[in-house]
């Protein structure tokens, strides 16, 4: 499964990409993809996990241990399992 990362991306020790999954509504559990996209400026903390089809938008911060099970907007900071957006991330000149 191929993912997509941009320029100026972080992804911290520890950091768990997770592009697939099993399908458990199906009693065989076929094994079912979903790329990751992780945008310009996105940091992924350390022991995190970013789970099967998950857009980490631009300038977006996935903090330590958290997990991200849907998409992270734009310069977001994300806490928490399942992770929620804690702030607005300021970046200065």
Known sequence: MS?????NVCI????????GNHDYTISSMPYRN???KIE??????????VCPGVTVHRN???TVG???TKDMEQNG?????PAVKIRERKIKN
């Open 60 to 62: 977006a911060i996935l």
């Open 34 to 36: 979903a790329p990751i």
């Open 77 to 81: 900071i994300y806490q928490g399992n």
């Open 40 to 49: 310009d400026g996105a940091w992924v903390g350390a022991k995190t996990t």
């Open 12 to 19: 911290s020790h520890g950091a768990l990409l997770l592009t």
């Open 3 to 7: 993912s997509h990362w941009g320029s």
């Open 66 to 68: 958290s997990v991200a």
